[in-house]
């Protein structure tokens, strides 16, 4: 089965508070890709990162970080020195590479930054 | 610029009547989907299509009815048999191959309140 738990529903931090918005994953393909999509109050989904099941590195991109572990099948995402622009609905995504034709979504995490 | 337009971007609608959502892409991207979006459920897949002429049900399809004559286009019909409609709704593409791989695109949404 495939399935993303967000468990996070909602959070708030003060502006200038680092965040980690957490994400488990569960699937039982060797192959596969997870991402990240932020949803803003306009409601469009943005593209954030995807990251492929061989890859582990962690990445960096400003201030925001992917920390991917598949020992623990996570791939948690931090904002450092979060920003009220940062305050949005985050959703982590799965897609197994056999069939690649669904991605399987949580069910979001929404960010306040309270300035 | 390429993207994905959809439109309404808000549709109200009297029980009992369908109504059609449309979705046009200039990405020159082979797949396209519908996702509905509820409070706390994330996004769940109505219908894909991978080629012209072609589509499969997602997990939530009862109710709903599309089309895919054109491959830029992919409208959604929500038919009174939809006993829930009141949702908003994603249209999203993506290229095929690389399976897995393909990062989504996802247009601005339409948001239909059913009175």
């Known amino acids: 089965a495939q399935k993303v738990t967000q468990a996070q529903t909602e959070i708030s931090v003060v502006e200038k508070e680092d965040v980690t918005l957490d994400c488990v994953y569960e699937?039982?393909?060797?192959?596969?890709?997870l991402f990240w999509y932020k949803q803003p109050p306009s409601g469009e989904l943005v593209f954030l990162i995807r990251?492929?099941?061989?890859?582990?590195q962690n990445e960096i991109s400003g201030r925001y970080s992917w920390n991917f572990q598949k020992s623990t099948s996570s791939f948690n995402f931090t904002i450092t020195a979060s920003q009220v622009v940062d305050s949005a609905v985050y959703f982590c995504a799965l897609r197994g590479a056999p069939t690649g034709n669904q991605f399987y979504f949580g069910t979001g995490t929404s960010l306040t930054v309270i300035p | 610029d390429g993207g994905i337009t959809q439109s309404p971007k808000y549709l109200f609608r009297k029980e009992g009547q369908n109504v059609t959502l449309s979705c046009e892409q200039n990405?020159?991207?082979?797949?396209m989907y519908w996702y509905r979006q509820d409070p706390g459920q994330g996004l769940r897949l109505i219908y894909y299509s991978q080629i012209v002429n072609d589509f499969q049900k997602g997990d939530i399809a009862e109710g709903y009815s599309v089309s895919r004559e054109k491959k830029e286009s992919f409208p959604l019909t929500v038919t009174s048999a939809q006993k829930n409609p009141t949702a908003f709704y994603l249209c999203?593409?993506?290229?095929?191959?690389?399976?897995?791989?393909?990062?989504?695109?996802f247009g601005a949404g339409s948001r239909l309140t059913v009175l």
């Open positions: 699937t039982r393909d060797t192959t596969y890709y």
């Open positions: 999203a593409s993506s290229k095929t191959g690389r399976s897995g791989a393909n990062v989504l695109t």
């Open positions: 990405l020159n991207h082979d797949a």
């Open positions: 990251r492929n099941s061989f890859d582990e």
